[in-house]
C-alpha cells in the first residue's frame, strides 16, 4: 500500500510559477510510474504528465509541454512537478499518481493504484 500526499499548490497570478510535490510513503516507492493528473470545476480528470521509475522518462500533456518539468527523487520518495507560465487554465486540483497495471495507457486514470488527496491551484488572471 502506497500513501500519497500532495503539497505546493495555491493562489498566483498568472505567468507565476509552482513546484509541486508529492510524497509517498510505504514499500517500493521507487519501482512506481508516477503521474500528475488534474480536475477542474464540472470537468473530468486529465492528465498531465508521467515519470517513469527511474526518472529517465517523462512525458506532457500538450497543454503543459514547455511550461511543466516532472521529475523525482527515489531517495526521498518525493515526485515533482514545477509548473511555469502559469495560465488562467492550469487553475485545477492537482494529483499525484502511482501505479503502473497492465492493460491500460499512461494517461489513463486506471494505469494507477494509488491517488493522492489533491492540491488546489489557481491561477489568477
Known amino acids: 500500500q502506497v500513501q500519497l500526499v500532495e503539497s505546493g499548490g495555491g493562489l498566483v497570478q498568472a505567468g507565476g510559477s509552482l513546484r509541486l510535490s508529492c510524497a509517498a510513503s510505504?514499500?517500493?516507492?521507487?519501482?512506481?510510474?508516477m503521474g500528475w493528473f488534474r480536475q477542474a470545476p464540472g470537468k473530468e480528470r486529465e492528465f498531465v504528465s508521467v515519470?517513469?521509475?527511474?526518472?529517465?522518462?517523462?512525458l506532457y500533456a500538450d497543454s503543459v509541454r514547455g511550461r511543466a518539468t516532472i521529475s523525482r527523487d527515489n531517495a526521498k520518495n518525493t515526485v515533482y512537478l514545477q509548473m511555469n507560465s502559469l495560465k488562467p487554465e492550469d487553475t485545477a486540483v492537482y494529483y499525484c499518481?502511482?501505479?503502473?497495471?497492465?492493460?491500460?495507457?499512461?494517461?489513463?486514470?486506471?494505469?494507477?493504484?494509488?491517488w493522492g488527496q489533491g492540491t488546489q491551484v489557481t491561477v489568477s488572471s
Open positions: 499518481a502511482a501505479g503502473g497495471v497492465g492493460g491500460y495507457r499512461y494517461y489513463q486514470t486506471r494505469y494507477y493504484d494509488y
Open positions: 510505504g514499500p517500493s516507492f521507487s519501482s512506481y510510474t
Open positions: 515519470v517513469n521509475w527511474s526518472g529517465g522518462s517523462t
